[in-house]
């Protein structure tokens, strides 16, 4: 599957861990995840990007590439989540790499079962 290659999952545990606030974190994701971002995003400076990924090299101390990697691999993640896992979530789990902060997997997919309703609509 073309998209899982651009999950990062390390990138993502990086500035997950980073941040302060889980409700600073589902916003990061909810922008990333829902965003149609496929095609457009190169720059961190892309105009349609929203405030609260604009800023996050800042907030989490991420150079621009890894903040475009996160951003990337958060949508990526959720497509993946909306193909394989709406039924069973083990599939998507299990590509997760084996050292994966747990709380952190937990929380991810605690969102996606939250953001997925959302976007069915366009993916």
């Known amino acids: 599957n073309m998209d899982f290659q651009t ?3 390390p990138i993502i545990e990086e500035a997950f861990l980073a941040a302060e606030s889980k409700d600073y974190l ?10 149609r971002l496929d095609a457009e995003i190169q720059t961190m400076k892309a105009n349609n990007l929203p405030e609260c990924l604009k800023q996050l090299p800042e907030q989490l101390g991420l ?9 990337v691999s958060l949508h990526s993640l959720m497509k993946e989540y909306i193909s394989t896992s709406m039924v069973d979530e083990t599939v998507l789990a299990d590509k997760f790499p084996p050292d994966f902060k747990k709380q952190l997997k937990s929380f991810l997919f605690k969102q996606m079962r939250e953001v997925a309703p959302l976007m069915k609509t366009y993916i």
């Open 7 to 9: 999950i990062n999952f």
């Open 26 to 35: 589902y916003s990061i994701f909810v922008a990333s995840a829902t965003g």
């Open 63 to 71: 150079s621009n590439d890894k903040a475009l990697t996160l951003i």
